[in-house]
């Protein structure tokens, strides 16, 4: 299954279109949630460094030259790391990205597990021969297990002092982030059991067992809410 997933993924277009990964995220976890046990990845594997520059026959690609869109991905992740990344409010070894205003509570610079989930996907994505970017995703996989529920999921909004400022989990969220996840394992591998890879399993398995509607195979936005007339 990894391999099959690992060629799967060289087909993504990580360069021009990071989002559009994103894309096939859910289904990929969802698959993975219900196959059968996996092992961690060879550590003589290659990684996949930024950028990859694999088409999809799926997706349209935009006009623009492939090294402007290369250019373009490296300085907005950059805008990222800079602005949005930090360590304040963490313990040490721990990253957050913060919401740089004031949001609708009007706390200033919290941070949602929606933006945990795509600064990981980034960080897994744009490693390269110049950066790598490991560090800033363990530091941000670390704040996340900070404020994991017994269900396995994070809390969804962090205030700037560290007090959770809303309970309950984002399942869009908890996708991106378990697809960070099998990315990471895929770019750095897993070297023991307890690493992105079975990270990954177990909020697979979350999320298929806690955010599936019974009876409809139908994802919801909430793992105690939502329903046939709330769907993700």
């Known amino acids: 299954m990894v391999l099959i997933l690992h060629k799967a993924l060289n087909f993504m277009p990580f360069v021009s279109s990071m989002v559009n990964s994103i894309a096939i995220s859910r289904l990929i976890c969802l698959l993975?949630?219900?196959a059968a046990p996996v092992k961690p990845r060879a550590a003589e594997l290659p990684r996949l460094p930024f950028p990859q520059a694999n088409q999809s026959q799926w997706i349209k690609m935009p006009a623009e030259s492939q090294?402007?869109?290369?250019?373009?991905?490296?300085?907005?992740w950059k805008v990222i790391r800079d602005k949005l990344i930090t360590d304040e409010g963490c313990e040490a070894g721990e990253l957050r990205i913060v919401v740089d205003s004031h949001d609708f509570g009007g706390s200033i610079r919290p941070t949602y597990s929606e933006g945990i989930?795509?600064?990981?996907?980034f960080a897994a994505i744009m490693d390269r021969e110049d950066e790598s970017t490991r560090a800033i995703f363990d530091g941000l996989?670390?704040?996340?297990?900070?404020?994991?529920?017994?269900?396995?999921?994070?809390?969804?909004?962090?205030?700037a002092d560290g007090n959770i400022g809303d309970e309950g989990v984002a399942v869009e969220a908890e996708e991106n982030i378990?697809?960070?996840?099998?990315?990471?394992?895929?770019?750095?591998?897993?070297?023991?059991?307890?690493t992105y890879l079975s990270e990954f399993r177990g909020l697979c398995r979350a999320l298929s067992e806690r955010?599936?509607?019974?009876?409809?195979?139908?994802l919801k936005p909430g793992d105690v809410w939502g329903g046939e007339g709330l769907l993700h």
């Not at 090294?67 to 907005?76: D, G, Q, R, T, Y």
């Not at 697809?179 to 394992?185: G, Q, V």
């Not at 955010?211 to 139908?218: A, K, V």
């Open 117 to 121: 989930g795509w600064a990981m996907l």
């Open 141 to 159: 996989n670390a704040y996340r297990k900070r404020y994991l529920m017994p269900s396995g999921f994070m809390h969804w909004r962090i205030l």
């Open 32 to 34: 993975l949630a219900l």
């Open 67 to 76: 090294s402007l869109l290369n250019a373009a991905c490296v300085e907005n």
């Open 211 to 218: 955010c599936i509607l019974p009876d409809h195979n139908l």
């Open 178 to 194: 378990a697809m960070a996840l099998l990315l990471a394992h895929i770019q750095w591998g897993s070297p023991d059991d307890t």
